[in-house]
């Protein structure tokens, strides 16, 4: 099972930008669909942006416009960017992959067995 480490989250004032990073380890990244998700206190996981192994991409339109993700096979590295941020992104966002042989559409019912980064915290507030 993969291991995720995520980076790049901190505070932001609303319109500003960020770029968060997901960083796996093994070999068979490339291979892998991958995840952001998002959780707000009291409110349930989001999933934000996915991407497959061959690099297509869907969001939801609660973000559509606004993020975009991407990955480096090459790095073992999915990004997401994000623009024009509100305060109601704010969130710990983490990086998921239910591993190998999966599509985009298992994205959206996301299990704890799968691998998932530690999270980090994005604030957008003034």
């Known amino acids: 099972q993969a291991q995720l480490v995520e980076s790049g989250g901190g505070l932001v004032q609303p319109g500003g930008s960020l770029r968060l990073s997901c960083q796996a380890s093994?070999?068979?990244?490339?291979?892998?669909?991958m995840g952001w998700y998002r959780q707000a206190p009291g409110k349930p996981r989001e999933l934000v942006a996915a991407i497959t192994s061959g690099g297509s991409t869907n969001y939801p339109d609660s973000v559509k416009g606004r993020f975009t993700i991407s990955r480096d096979n090459a790095k073992n590295t999915v990004y997401l960017q994000m623009n024009s941020l509100k305060p109601e992104d704010t969130a710990v966002y983490y990086c998921?992959?239910?591993?190998?042989?999966?599509?985009?559409?298992?994205?959206?019912?996301?299990?704890?067995?799968?691998?998932w980064g530690q999270g980090t915290q994005v604030t957008v507030s003034s």
């Open positions: 998921a992959t239910p591993g190998a042989g999966y599509g985009l559409r298992s994205l959206g019912s996301p299990s704890p067995t799968w691998s």
């Open positions: 093994g070999s068979r990244f490339s291979i892998y669909v």
